[in-house]
């Protein structure tokens, strides 16, 4: 019999994300268990942090992110192809475990299709099952034999459907402050302490800009009619192209939270972005479209009360989102109007913001994940 702690010396680790937030959760959970265990392998899919980090490769996420059931339709040959060829390398490696990092369509068909190989399967970031697909939960409960929740109302929910969860707490408990000071960030794009500035932020793939900016310089446009000499600094993901629709934006690709830390308001499209403002204590209106079909589809299948995960952890609507049609320029420049001044709703708001943060749990959140999984590897 194998003893699992000599098992442990060099471990190897079949790793999937498929978005920009799982790249970044990626690459901090493989630095914390290389942390514990240096020796550690890790292949799979993923972004430049993770490859940073030391993930071999074998598809970049910029390949494997698609919003939308529509576009999951037009890409669906290489995605069959991606996990044709996952399936391969996983029976190739026989790794020790293989860890799936939210990014549920595709990571959910992996866990199933490998269940056959006999391989432990560790789940860090659920898919929310709680808003869409509730009956993947079968899927879920067969084939992942260790869950790892960030999201504190989440375990209630899994254990409810006969999952054990451990809630390691969220990244955001732990947040950096920006590497720039605030002086010489407002010196990089020329803006003074007293300028309100806007922060955008359209969304990390190239699709969500392509949905998404239309609505975003036409609210400018609005606002600016209104306040003149508001600043806007836009908040641009690496590898997306954002069209040139409105004169005087200013674009930040390398302290994009510190645009977020320093900026007066933002306007985040749903997603992971939407926490992060609400960590670096940023007012904001959250917004998102979908192609017309994905929108109906959407509609009829999610069945959580809120879009926002900041509205989701606070259980009421803490900020406010605009969805689809409601997703106009007049809607959301209503909305964030009173968050650039010294109004009632930015007080309200920031209020709502401490509640949030103190929900998310403590800091080392990746070491906890991370012993978890080395346990669990360790006991076969």
Not at 28 to 34: D, R, T, V
Not at 253 to 261: G, Q, S, T
Request: include cysteine; aromatic fraction near 8%.
């Amino acid at each position: 019999m194998v003893n699992p702690q000599n098992k442990l010396k060099n471990p190897t680790f079949f790793i999937v994300a498929g978005e920009v937030s799982g790249d970044l959760h990626g690459a901090q959970l493989i630095n914390a268990i290389k942390n514990r265990c240096p020796q550690s392998r890790f292949v799979g899919h993923g972004g430049d942090k993770m490859t940073e980090a030391g993930l071999e490769r074998i598809i970049h996420i910029d390949r494997l992110a698609i919003m939308g059931f529509s576009e999951v339709i037009k890409h669906l040959p290489f995605m069959m192809r991606a996990m044709k060829e996952s399936l391969a390398i996983v029976r190739k490696l026989k790794p020790d475990r293989i860890i799936l990092i939210d990014y549920p369509g595709f990571n959910l068909r992996l866990a199933k299709k490998i269940h056959g190989m006999k391989l432990p399967v560790t789940y860090f970031i659920l898919p929310q099952l709680w808003a869409w697909k509730e009956n993947r939960i079968k899927t879920f409960k067969k084939h992942i034999d260790q869950a790892l929740s960030i999201f504190p109302f989440e375990k209630d929910w899994f254990e409810k459907h006969g999952v054990t969860v451990n809630f390691v707490g969220h990244p955001f408990s732990e947040i950096e402050a920006p590497k720039i000071k605030k002086e010489k960030f407002l010196l990089k794009h020329n803006l003074n302490t007293t300028d309100q500035i806007l922060v955008l932020l359209p969304g990390s793939r190239q699709q969500e800009i392509d949905k998404h900016w239309d609505i975003c310089w036409k609210t400018v446009a609005l606002l600016r009619y209104q306040k003149p000499n508001l600043k806007v600094i836009v908040g641009k993901a690496s590898g997306v192209v954002i069209p040139q629709k409105i004169q005087g934006l200013l674009f930040e690709e390398d302290e994009i939270r510190a645009a977020m830390a320093f900026g007066t308001a933002a306007l985040t499209a749903s997603g992971t972005a939407t926490l992060e403002c609400a960590a670096l204590d940023i007012p904001q209106v959250v917004f998102y479209k979908l192609s017309r079909i994905s929108g109906i589809i959407a509609k009829k299948l999610n069945k959580a009360p809120f879009a926002a995960m900041v509205n989701l952890i606070a259980g009421k609507k803490v900020v406010p989102e605009f969805l689809q049609k409601d997703a106009t320029e007049k809607n959301i420049a209503a909305a964030l109007s009173p968050l650039l001044e010294s109004s009632h709703k930015r007080r309200a708001m920031l209020s709502g913001y401490n509640e949030i943060r103190r929900s998310l749990g403590i800091p080392g959140v990746y070491l906890r994940a991370a012993d978890l999984i080395l346990k669990k590897t360790s006991h076969g």
